[in-house]
């Protein structure tokens, strides 16, 4: 089982910048996955962006597409979400996730972090 924590959200001003960061633990992740998802009040939690451990190959979703970018650092264990530009409809709370496939869906994410708020005041 991997054990997953974020950290680093917080309150920014539209146009600015955050980066999260998703700490792993309790596996070896060359064979994961590792996602950021988002999810609104009242709405489904919804692809953000993923990374392939063993190669660094990425995708995001058209939402956050030339503004997010995901990297990981093998040597700390640590996924991170750099978020550029943000707008005020970027706000909600961000999930780190892992699953073996690279998906874009909840239902394959096998393990969760307990998720950081991120606020964009416009």
């Known amino acids: 089982q991997v054990q997953l924590v974020e950290s680093g959200g917080g309150l920014v001003q539209a146009g600015g910048s955050l980066r999260l960061s998703c700490a792993a633990s309790?596996?070896?992740?060359?064979?994961?996955?590792m996602a950021w998802f988002r999810q609104a009040p009242g709405k489904a939690r919804e692809f953000v962006s993923n990374?392939?451990?063993?190669?660094?190959?990425?995708a995001y979703a058209d939402s956050v597409k030339g503004r997010f970018t995901i990297f990981r650092n093998i040597a700390t264990n640590t996924v991170n979400l750099e978020m550029n530009s943000l707008k005020h409809e970027d706000t909600t709370v961000y999930y780190c996730?892992?699953?073996?496939?690279?998906?874009?869906?909840?239902?394959?994410?096998?393990?969760w972090g307990q998720g950081t708020q991120v606020t964009v005041s416009s």
């Open positions: 996730g892992v699953s073996t496939i690279p998906t874009t869906s909840t239902l394959s994410v096998i393990s």
């Open positions: 309790g596996r070896t992740l060359s064979t994961y996955f």
């Open positions: 990374i392939k451990w063993s190669t660094g190959t990425t």
